[in-house]
């Protein structure tokens, strides 16, 4: 058995159990204090984060109550605008109907303007009698009709005679007003006289003739174009 010499013998020095507690206590020193300095490092870090979205929240909530109210005033200002075009309609149906009123009357008043003009000045200058105007609906299965008689220029004495209305179809009678005989009449200044010729339709070659027959005086008889007379229904 071969044995080693005393000279290659190594002989290393046994630390105290003293020692060895010290060592250890320092390595778990310096770990703990690396591991606060990381964690002072990261809540460091994180208070800075936190501020940061805190920073970030305040802007957003401050962006989101601007919003807030600019959608309000856009909401104020549609409401408004919805209003001042209602009343621009209102207003412009009311100036419409007040046009069309106004129109109407004018309409009215040039016809009355003429009525009154054929009686102080016709236009063809004749004194005495007159068969003016005449106008004509279609009522259901009748005919209704108004006509005006005046007395031009002079009126001191009454027109007293005998009316009657009959309507044509080219050269063939189709209806006649009053149905048998014919209507007195007696006026001064004008008569407007209304009457029906029933069971009668109107077509567009129709003709009306309206014949007036006076006391002391030549008759009187005027043809009538329905169709220009611009006949329509009731």
């Known amino acids: 058995m ?4 005393t000279n290659q ?4 020095p046994k630390l ?3 020692v060895k507690v010290a060592a250890l206590i320092a390595t778990i020193g310096s770990v703990g204090v690396a591991v606060l300095l990381s964690f002072n490092a990261g809540v460091r870090s994180g208070n800075a984060r936190i501020e940061q979205d805190r920073s970030m929240l305040e802007q957003l909530n401050s962006t989101i109550g601007k919003l807030r109210i600019e959608l309000g005033d856009a909401r104020e200002e549609a409401v408004i605008a919805q209003r001042h075009r209602q009343i621009q309609e209102e207003a412009y149906k009311q100036i419409s109907a007040a046009y069309a009123g106004a129109e109407q009357k004018n309409r009215y008043l040039g016809s009355r303007l003429d009525f009154y003009r054929s009686i102080i000045s016709p236009e063809d200058g004749q004194t005495g009698p007159a068969i003016q105007a005449l106008d004509v609906k279609q009522a259901g299965p009748d005919i209704r009709f108004d006509v ?16 009657t209305l009959t309507l044509y179809v080219g050269d063939k009678q189709i209806g006649q007003w009053p149905a048998s005989g014919a209507r007195n009449i007696n006026f001064q200044y004008f008569q407007n006289i209304s009457g029906v010729i029933e069971a009668v339709q109107l077509v567009k070659n129709a003709r009306m003739r309206v014949e007036l027959t006076v006391q002391d005086g030549e008759p009187l008889e005027k043809w009538f174009n329905l169709a220009e007379l611009g006949t329509n229904k009731e």
């Open 2 to 5: 071969l044995r080693k010499s």
């Open 9 to 12: 013998i190594s002989i290393r």
């Open 16 to 18: 105290s159990t003293r």
């Open 148 to 163: 005006t008689l005046v007395q031009a220029i002079k009126h001191k004495h009454q027109i007293r005679g005998m009316l």
